[in-house]
Each structure stands twice: as structure tokens, then as C-alpha cells.
């Protein structure tokens, strides 16, 4: 089992950028598959990014692409979600997660163990 901890949310203005961490803690990381979700009020809870567990391939969500970064530091346990360029429509509670599974999982129900998440509120 893994505990995850997000960090790093906040207020920003449009362009501007964030750098959310992810930190896990009881099984290693490197054990899962890493993502990042978000969910804005009145919507489902949709995959950001995710990153394999050697860190050799990620996916990202089409409205993201280019402008978000995931990466994982295996040796602190760590996950992160680099953003750029940011949008109001990128406001959301962000999301860490974890799973067992051998391919990237694109749902939520995909993942094992998740994280309290972190609210990242983009200003026009």
C-alpha cells in the first residue's frame, strides 16, 4: 500500500505556472504507475498525465498537451506535474494516483491509491 501527498496547488494568473509534487510514502513509488487527475465542480474527475513506472513513456490529455509536464524522481518517491501556459479552464482540484497495472489506465477506476489533492485556481 502507498500514502500519497500533494502539494504545490494555489492561485495563479493566466500564462502563468505551477509545479505540483506528488510524494509517496509506505510501498515505493517506482512499484505504480503515476497519475495526475483533476476534477472541476460540476464534472467528472479526468486524467491529466501518467507516467509508467520507469518513467520511459507518458500519456497526457489532449488539452494539456505541450503545456504540461509529468515526471517522477524514483529515488525520493516523488511525482511531479510541471504546468505551463496555464488557462481558467485548468482550474480544478489536481489529483495524484497510483496504480498496479501494467498499462496506463485513462480512468479513474483505473487506480489503486489516491492522493487528498491540491486546488489550483487559474485567474483571467
Known amino acids: 500500500q502507498v500514502q500519497l501527498v500533494e502539494s504545490g496547488g494555489g492561485l495563479v494568473q493566466a500564462g502563468g505556472s505551477l509545479r505540483l509534487s506528488c510524494a509517496a510514502s509506505?510501498?515505493?513509488?517506482?512499484?505504480?504507475?503515476m497519475g495526475w487527475f483533476r476534477q472541476a465542480p460540476g464534472k467528472e474527475r479526468e486524467l491529466v498525465a501518467a507516467?509508467?513506472?520507469?518513467?520511459?513513456?507518458?500519456y497526457y490529455a489532449d488539452s494539456v498537451k505541450g503545456r504540461f509536464t509529468i515526471s517522477r524522481d524514483n529515488a525520493k518517491n516523488t511525482v511531479y506535474l510541471r504546468m505551463n501556459s496555464l488557462k481558467p479552464e485548468d482550474t480544478a482540484v489536481y489529483y495524484c494516483?497510483?496504480?498496479?497495472?501494467?498499462?496506463?489506465?485513462?480512468?479513474?477506476?483505473?487506480?489503486?491509491?489516491w492522493g487528498q489533492g491540491t486546488q489550483v485556481t487559474v485567474s483571467s
Open positions: 509506505g510501498r515505493t513509488s517506482s512499484s505504480y504507475i
Open positions: 507516467i509508467t513506472r520507469s518513467g520511459g513513456s507518458t
Open positions: 494516483a497510483a496504480e498496479h497495472g501494467l498499462v496506463v489506465g485513462r480512468t479513474a477506476t483505473s487506480y489503486d491509491y
